[in-house]
């Protein structure tokens, strides 16, 4: 019966309602089964809700788990308090998606000191001490604004060589590639890493300006938000890096609205990162030019580093997920349709 009702808060997750708050029994399980307790930052955005299913579908209705998931709603203290709840319960394993990387110390500590292994996934934590943590898996955000930041830099050599000579024979005046970019959580990894990337490009290339940095929080409504209003302002954008797709779509219809066109043929060059199947299909289209990947789909591979951990066998401090990036030329129908998430 224990299972049965921690399934149904996980599932309740899954299907974006407002979290799964149930926590283990004091009780012990009466079929051994190896605990663990889940902290998710929230769920935010398409590839959030894809992130749980991968880790329920993985772990809940396996017999030999017990997997205990609380939903932070992006906020860090409930994920300290989450923490908490699974040391005095007594859990075998406790996996953490953190809101932000700092303020993580004092509440790892304790676990350490409990005796109970931590799996960091997704973002990271900055703590001083990585023993205080079995492993990180997650993605290679820097690695991802890098890919973002080269697809942008070949398009803008391209254009910029067919421009190399004037109608009348004379060499055209350097045009500013203006950026506007849209920012996820402020403090998450994925923020800091994908932010770095395009500030670093900026800084190396003198044609190059963002013209403002807006926050979006990873959601799609923000995103809205804070692009209706901007517009309203400054409609003068070629580029549009949005640091996730849900806050892509916010400002889809934030531009639409405006009467700003974008994708393929547009004023506005759009880089997305998650890759989810609506961005895919949006990317096919030719409405977004650039989706950079950040797979999602953990949970096989959280399970490896669990048992392999329970096997006494040694697992690597940090471990990266694949991905790639696309455009329309990489996709095909059948390739967006066959997305799982």
Known sequence: MRRFFSILLCISMILGLAGCTGTKPTEPTENGAFVIGFSQV?????????????????????????????NARQKQENQFASVRRFILDGVDLIIIAPTVEEGWLTVLTEVHDAGIPVIIMDRSVAVWDDNLYLTNIGSDFLRQGNLAVEWLEQETAKETLSEEEE???????????????????????AQIQRTKALEDAVAAHSDWVITSQLYGDFTEAKAYEVMTEYL????????????NDNMTFGAMRALDEAGITYGEGGQVKII?????????????????????????????????LIEKYRNGETIPKHVYVDESAYTSKDLTQEFVDAREY
């Open 232 to 243: 309203k302002e400054n409609q003068d954008i070629d580029v549009l890096y949005s640091e």
């Open 167 to 189: 109608p009348d024979g004379s060499t055209p005046v350097e045009t500013t590639v203006k950026i506007l970019h849209l920012q996820g959580t402020i403090g998450a990894t």
């Open 272 to 304: 997305t990162f998650d890759a989810t199947k609506e961005a895919l299909q949006y990317c096919l289209d030719g409405r977004i030019n650039l989706c950079v990947e950040c797979n999602p789909m953990f949970g096989p591979q959280v399970k490896d």
């Open 42 to 70: 929230g769920s935010e955005s398409d590839w959030r809700i894809a992130n749980t299913k991968s880790m329920t579908d993985t772990f809940a209705f396996d017999a030999d788990y017990e997997f205990i998931m609380e």
